[in-house]
């Protein structure tokens, strides 16, 4: 069973940065791959950032390439969203989530494992 935690959230302004964390259990880089996910209210979720389980290769939304960096750090076993220039549009609830790859990288039904979630709100 993977689990994943999620932190960082929180209320700033257009402009600020702030940096997601996700907690995992051990290996779990060695065997998924990774990805944050969004959801703001009455929508539904959307794909932000993966990196791929063996390469590392990163893959970003169009909406956030340029202002959002995916990164890992087998050491502790946590994920990271850093995010850079935020906007009033990046306001959601965002997730991270662990997936086998095999399919693909890029919809919700590619991952098995999802975090509860960290709200973030950007005030224009």
């Known amino acids: 069973q993977v689990q994943l935690v999620e932190s960082g959230g929180g209320l700033v302004q257009a402009g600020d940065s702030l940096r997601l964390s996700c907690a995992t259990s051990d290996r779990t880089f060695s065997k998924h791959t990774m990805g944050w996910f969004r959801q703001a209210p009455g929508k539904e979720h959307e794909f932000v950032a993966a990196i791929s389980r063996l390469r590392g290769t990163r893959t970003y939304a169009e909406s956030v390439k340029g202002r959002f960096t995916i990164s890992r750090d087998s050491t502790d076993n946590t994920l990271y969203l850093q995010m850079d220039s935020l906007q009033p549009e990046d306001t959601a609830v965002y997730y991270c989530?662990?997936?086998?790859?095999?399919?693909?990288?890029?919809?919700?039904?590619?991952?098995?494992?999802w975090g509860q979630g960290t709200q973030v709100t950007v005030s224009s």
């Open positions: 989530a662990a997936g086998t790859g095999a399919r693909g990288l890029v919809t919700p039904q590619d991952y098995n494992y």
